[in-house]
C-alpha cells in the first residue's frame, strides 16, 4: 500500500466528527493492508511511531525538499526509514538524520508530507488515537473491542496487537498479559469537588494521601529492578532508592504502582518541581541521592511472584500490598463510608503537606490506562489539566510576553465539539520567568494570529500542558461546551504530562458547579 492511502485516511479521520465514521474509515483501510504492511500502518495512523524517538523536532522539519509530484512511496519503507533515523546517534547525528529525512520527504507528495510531519511531531488529528484505533483493528479483525483493549493495555503497542488480532483472531488477544519488566499504562482518577461528593459515588471506599510526586511503575524479577514513569519512560538508574526499595521487599516477582517524591530535612515534601528535576536528571545519580533524596511509597501491587492480581478488586490487590511491603513503604491508607472520617483524613493529609487525597472503590479492577470512575481524586481547590490552544500578547509590564492564556480540555467522545474544547482564559499565576519561558515556548508551536476582541491572539499547537485552579465552573453561551472557569490560575505546566492525558470535557462536565 502507498503511504498515499494512509496519509487520505487520516485526513479523512481528522476532518469527520463522529466516532463510529471514524471507526469505519480506519477499518476500511486496514482491512486491505498485507500482512507485512499492517505493523507499520497502525504504528504510522495510530501515532505509534512518534515513540521511535527519532530526535526530529520542529526545527528540523523546516528546510526540506519539495513534494514529490507522484505517489511512489510505501508504507512499510516509510517506517523502515523512521526506524533508520531513530538508530542514528553519536558524532555527527544531527547531519546524518537530516540527510536521511531529507531522502525520505524527497520522496513524498504534498499531503504525504503533511501527514509524515503530524506523525513526527505528534500532531494527528484524528481524535482519541488509541481509542479509535483499537475499536478500528477489532472492526477490521471481526473480534470485541474489549478484547482489543486489554490486549493494548498490556502490551502497549497497536501494532502488535493489531497484528494478532487480524492474524490470530480472539484467541491471539486472549494469550496478551501483564508481563514483569514490560509496563502497562497507569490506571488515572476522576475528580470530584469535595470528599462528599465522592463517597457519594463509590460508597464505601479507602482513601489514600494523594502525594504531589513521580508516578513510577517498579517491576522486580528476582535481583532485577526495573522503574518505568506514568509514561512509559525507564528511569531506573535515576532513582537507585526506589531500587533498592523494591529490592528489600520479601518476594521473587513484583509489578507495583507508586509514587516517588522528595522530603525537606523538616519532614515535608518538596515542590513537585523539585522531585521532577531529580528524576529527570541523568546526571550522578549518588551525587543528585545526597542532595536530594527520595522516598517511594506503593499504593498498589499488580502482580506477585508468577501470580496477575489486575483484575481482582482492589481491597484484595491491598491487602497483599500489604503482606510484602512494611508499613513505611506505603501511602497511608483508611476505609469508610462516613463522610466525617472521610473528611478528617482530607485534613489529614493536608496538613501533612500533600495535596489532597484519593478515594477508592474497594471492588474496582486496576483499569490501566484508563481514568476509571472506581479512582476519584480530591483536592482543596479543583484543579485541571489543560492544554494551551493559544496566548494573547500582554500589556504593561508584559508587553512583549505572551500572557493571557486561552485553555482547553481534550474531547473524546462528544461528536458536536471540535477534538480540544476551549473553556476560558487566565493569565493569573504566571511568574516572569515563566512568562518567558512560556512565551519562547509558545512561539515554537505558532500556527497563526488573529485580532479577536481587541486582542491579538497567537494560535498554537495543543501541545503544552498546564494545571489550572479554579474556584468553579459556570454556564457560559461564549464556549463551544456551554461551560467556563470560574477564576482560573496557573498551578504550574505539566513537562511530565502529554496533551493524551490532559482532562476531557466529560470529567469537567462532572465538576459542573452553577454560579
Known sequence: MLLERLAGTSRAVA?????????????????????????????????????????????????LPEPAGEATLGVAETEDALVEIAAVHGKGAQAERHRLLAGLFGRATAEEQDFLRAVLVGELRQGALDAVMADAVAKAAGVPAALVRRALMFRGSARAVAAAALAGGAPALRAFGLEVGRPVRPMLAASAPDVTAALERTGRAALEWKL??????????????????????????????????????????AVLDGEAIAFGPDGRPRPFQVTAARTASRQD??????????????????????????????????????????????????????????????????????????VKDPAASYAAGRRGAGWIKVKPRHTLDL??????????????????????????????????????????????????????????????????????????????????AFDGLQRSPRYPAGLALRFARVVRYRADKTPAEADTIATVRDLVVDG
Open 387 to 468: 492544554v494551551v490552544l493559544a496566548a494573547e500578547w500582554g500589556s504593561g509590564g508584559r508587553r512583549g510576553r505572551l500572557s493571557n492564556l486561552h485553555l482547553g480540555a481534550r474531547n473524546d467522545d462528544d461528536p458536536a465539539l471540535e477534538p480540544w474544547v476551549m473553556l476560558g482564559k487566565t493569565f493569573k499565576g504566571l511568574t516572569d520567568d515563566v512568562l518567558a519561558w512560556q512565551t519562547e515556548q509558545l512561539l515554537a508551536r505558532e500556527t497563526g494570529t488573529e485580532r479577536s476582541r481587541g486582542a491579538d491572539v497567537v494560535r498554537v499547537r495543543p501541545e503544552l500542558v498546564v494545571e489550572i
Open 212 to 253: 504531589d510526586g513521580i508516578r513510577v511503575q517498579v517491576h522486580r524479577d528476582g535481583e532485577e529492578v526495573r522503574v518505568f514513569t506514568r509514561s512509559l519512560d525507564e528511569i531506573t538508574a535515576r532513582v537507585p532508592e526506589v531500587v533498592e526499595a523494591a529490592r528489600a521487599l520479601a518476594v521473587r516477582s
Open 285 to 358: 545519580p549518588e551525587r543528585l541521592r545526597a542532595e536530594t533524596p527520595l522516598r517511594v511509597f506503593f499504593f498498589d501491587l499488580l502482580h506477585r511472584d508468577g501470580t496477575d492480581l489486575i483484575d481482582l478488586p482492589g481491597e484484595l490487590r491491598w491487602a497483599a500490598l500489604a503482606e510484602v511491603t512494611p508499613e513505611g513503604l506505603r501511602v497511608p491508607h483508611a476505609v469508610t463510608a462516613d463522610p466525617g472520617e472521610a473528611a478528617a483524613f482530607f485534613e489529614d493529609a493536608l496538613a501533612h503537606g500533600h495535596e489532597g487525597v484519593l
Open 15 to 63: 476532518g469527520e466528527p463522529a466516532r463510529n465514521v471514524k471507526i469505519a474509515l480506519l477499518a476500511e483501510c486496514l482491512a486491505e493492508l498485507g500482512a507485512d504492511e499492517l505493523p507499520a500502518a497502525v504504528a504510522l495512523l495510530s501515532g505509534e511511531s512518534r515513540r521511535l524517538r527519532v530526535g526530529v523536532g520542529y526545527a528540523g522539519l523546516q528546510e
